[in-house]
Each structure stands twice: as structure tokens, then as C-alpha cells.
């Protein structure tokens, strides 16, 4: 499954690119072998054979290691999508997922921190405060979902949804979760992490060649499982039909949509759009969906 994943971001990155440069209409770097089918692995063993720099003055193991967890960490995630050939079926799959995603922002805070720069530090506390902002809200709709569904396994989502999709149903929260994984992912126009404008590179700044490949990927491998997540929670997850692929790479292609549409936001914009904006409302669905329950169990009762 991990290595469909890698494929998966190889030509996600091939997507982006072309969908990019008919946005902007403009030739992109996408044309290696036959319509660009090649540009990935070659981008790949561009990456991964130039040489390997270190500033002398970082913290050499935790600078080496970061990129290398963030990825471990972004396939990791994985594990929770509920597959019916028996490799796994996580009771408790949300809590893992909101795990995993808490341990995400330690890899951007010590990436950041042991390249010993400040446009690397400054990115990463900006990457560290948008993320927990945002995975308030995330955390409170997913809150939202167990109370509908009366469980934490993705599974209950694809059995929910036979008749009508939870997008209908709760078409804001739909929205709140979208525009909250794109600044989970630190997506356009979220992208406060790696404002080139003011902080050059952000975190990330002082990586190149096989570091900067793995933070690549591990971004390009949450914004897929970001997709997944969302097509299962809104849009009716049947694992085993075409119509399941087709809907995942229909909300990749939002994401990069986003990116050549929209400039990038102003960042107190961005934490009152969480604080202000996303929160209550979220909290507002927490409270009405737990008093439906209730008043649901007690006439049962």
C-alpha cells in the first residue's frame, strides 16, 4: 500500500503541474517521454543523486532525521484507511489519525529549529501555530461525525452514507473541513510555512537534494490521504468502486485549483478565520449533533 502511495505522489506532482500551467496558461516542466509519464522518476533521480549539503552550524541527527520522519509519519497515516482484504481495521482509526497528525507539526518545529536559521525557524513556528489553530477545528468536526456515527472506524462512514452523503447533510461543516486540510496540509492559500515572499523558503530552506525530496513527498502524501479522508467523511466511500478514484483525484484537483487561483492570505487573517470563524461554528454542529443523539436515545429509551 505504501509504495501505491509513493506512485500515487509521483504523478500527483505530474497533475499539479500540467493543471498548473493550463491555469496559468503557460508550458510546464511536464513534457519527459510520452505526455510527461516520465517527468516524476526523472525529477526523482534529479533529487536523489545531487550532493547532499549540511550547514555546518546545524544540529546535524534531528536536522538528518526530520525529513525522514515526516515521512514515516505521513505514510503512517495510512494504515487507517479501512480496507476490506483483511490487513487492518482500526477500531479506533480518527484517534490514530488526529495522532499522527499532532506528531506531524514536532518533524516541521525540529526541521525548522536544528538548520539553525532564522527564516527556517520563523517558518516553522508560523507552520507550528496554523497547524494546532486548525487542528482544533478538525478535531471538533471529527467529534461532530463519532457522535453521528457512534464510532471511530472509517468503516461506519462507508455504511452511513448507502443512502445519502454527509455532504448534503452537513454541507458548512464540508467547507470549515476543506479550507481546515488545506491549512493543515499548508496549501495555497495557507501556505504561511513557505512564504517565499518574506521568508525565502520557510523551514525547509536549508534542505536540498534528498531531504528536500522527503518533506516534498510527505506534503504530497497528506494532501492524498487528506483527499481520501475527505471523500469517505463527505462524499460516500466505496472502496472497491472506480467512482472511489475518481472522487479522490476530483478533491486533489481542488486542491490544485486553489493553488493557481488564489493569492496567499494574510497570516491574522488566517488564525481569526480559525479562532473566530471556524470555531464556532464547528462547536455550534458538536453541540446540535449531541443534543440530536440524546433526544434520539431517549425516545429509543
Do not use: H
Not at 154 to 162: G, P
Not at 176 to 185: D, M, Q, R
Not at 206 to 234: D, K, P, W
Not at 272 to 297: D, Q, R
Amino acid at each position: 500500500m505504501f509504495i501505491c502511495v509513493l506512485v500515487g505522489v509521483a504523478f500527483l506532482t505530474l497533475l499539479e503541474r500540467k493543471v498548473l500551467g493550463y491555469i496559468q496558461i503557460r508550458k510546464g516542466p511536464n513534457k519527459v517521454g510520452y505526455y510527461g509519464i516520465v517527468q516524476p522518476f526523472s525529477d526523482a533521480i534529479k533529487l536523489f543523486t545531487k550532493e547532499q549539503t549540511f550547514p555546518m552550524v546545524s544540529n546535524y541527527l534531528p536536522y538528518y532525521f526530520s525529513p525522514v520522519f515526516s515521512l514515516f509519519i505521513s505514510l503512517l497515516i495510512w494504515s487507517v484507511m479501512p480496507l476490506y482484504s483483511g490487513l487492518y481495521s482500526f477500531d479506533l482509526g480518527l484517534l490514530f489519525f488526529l495522532c499522527c497528525t499532532s506528531i506531524g507539526v514536532y518533524t516541521v518545529m525540529i526541521a525548522g529549529w536544528s538548520s539553525n536559521s532564522i527564516y527556517a525557524l520563523l517558518g516553522a513556528l508560523r507552520a507550528i501555530a496554523q497547524t494546532i489553530s486548525y487542528e482544533v477545528s478538525l478535531a471538533l468536526i471529527l467529534i461532530s461525525f463519532i457522535f453521528l456515527s457512534g464510532g471511530y472506524n472509517l468503516m461506519i462512514f462507508c455504511l452511513y452514507q448507502n443512502l445519502i452523503w454527509f455532504m448534503f447533510l452537513t454541507f458548512p461543516l464540508m467547507i470549515i473541513w476543506f479550507a481546515s486540510i488545506l491549512a493543515e496540509t499548508n496549501r495555497t492559500p495557507f501556505d504561511f510555512a513557505e512564504g517565499e515572499s518574506e521568508l525565502v523558503s520557510g523551514f525547509n530552506i536549508e534542505y536540498s537534494s534528498g531531504g528536500f525530496a522527503l518533506i516534498f513527498m510527505a506534503e504530497y502524501s497528506s494532501i492524498l490521504f487528506m483527499s481520501m479522508l475527505f471523500v469517505i467523511m463527505f462524499m460516500g466511500g466505496d472502496f472497491y468502486s472506480f467512482f472511489f478514484i475518481i472522487k479522490l483525484v476530483l478533491v486533489s484537483l481542488f486542491f490544485i485549483w486553489v493553488r493557481g487561483t488564489l493569492p496567499r492570505y494574510r497570516y491574522d487573517k488566517l488564525m481569526y478565520l480559525a479562532w473566530k470563524s471556524f470555531l464556532p461554528i464547528s462547536l455550534n454542529y458538536l453541540i446540535f449533533f449531541s443534543g440530536m443523539k440524546f433526544f434520539i436515545i431517549s425516545l429509543l429509551i
